[in-house]
T-cell receptor
Framework: NAGVMQNPRHLVRRRGQEARLRCSPM?????VYWYRQLPEEGLKFMVY????????ESGMPKERFSAEFPKEGPSILRIQQVVRGDSAAYFC??????????????FGPGTRLTVL | QKEVEQNSGPLSVPEGAIASLNCTYS??????FFWYRQYSGKSPELIMS????GDKEDGRFTAQLNKASQYVSLLIRDSQPSDSATYLC?????????????FGQGTILTVHP
């Protein structure tokens, strides 16, 4: 079974450009979480999505950031007009379709975004 | 007050010793607790989960939970150099019915030969 896949693994953007980060959950998983890890900081929750639904986006910055998880295809985290402060590692995690707080989340390898 | 607090370390122990990692949390309603290990440049890897007061053992790892004291710890017995990593304590806040994890800052562990 393939694990959680994220691409690209490394992304370099110039200030003002757009960044698109993709996440394909584990087979059979329909819940996706996005987390951000800024340099020298801990992991911070950003957003929780199910297929075609945003359930909790309380950790998303109010501007420039959006996320989606369409019926077909990967989940996308989109950052518009990137700034240097967006440079971070972005991790996606997936969990099974039955919601339980004991569900294990499986993390992808992450996308390391560098903004020049 | 941070929601989940850990000593950032670094914690240095000799090979074969017991490493003790500690974590406190502020939300008394929290019910699910996790320890993740993260090697430099890699993604977090789940080591242990614990939901009830007391101890839970898995191989060389023991997680301890004390909800009254809002404290969770991880003991690593017979520490190996390969255990050198950052250890992240994570909690699911009270009243949350899904896996929204709140992480501590992480404790850097170094096991020296």
């Amino acid at each position: 079974n393939a694990g959680v896949m994220q691409n690209p693994r490394h992304l370099v953007r110039r200030r003002g450009q757009e960044a698109r980060l993709r996440c394909s959950p584990m087979k059979g998983h329909s819940h996706v979480y996005w987390y951000r890890q800024l340099p020298e900081e801990g992991l911070k929750f950003m957003v929780y999505l199910q297929k075609e639904n945003i359930i909790d986006e309380s950790g998303m910055p109010k501007e420039r950031f959006s996320a989606e998880f369409p019926k077909e295809g990967p989940s996308i985290l989109r950052i518009q007009q990137v700034v240097r402060g967006d440079s971070a590692a972005y991790f996606c995690a997936s969990s099974p379709p039955v919601i339980q707080i004991t569900d294990t989340q499986y993390f992808g390898p992450g996308t390391r975004l560098t903004v020049l | 007050q941070k929601e989940v607090e850990q000593n950032s370390g670094p914690l240095s122990v000799p090979e074969g010793a017991i490493a003790s990692l500690n974590c406190t949390y502020s939300d008394r309603g929290s019910q699910s607790f996790f320890w993740y290990r993260q090697y430099s440049g890699k993604s977090p890897e789940l080591i242990m989960s614990i939901y009830s007061n007391g101890d839970k053992e898995d191989g060389r790892f023991t997680a301890q939970l004390n909800k009254a004291s809002q404290y969770v710890s991880l003991l690593i017995r017979d520490s190996q150099p390969s255990d050198s990593a950052t250890y992240l304590c994570a909690v699911i806040p009270g009243g949350t019915s899904y896996g929204k994890l709140t992480f501590g800052q992480g404790t850097i562990l170094t096991v020296h030969p």
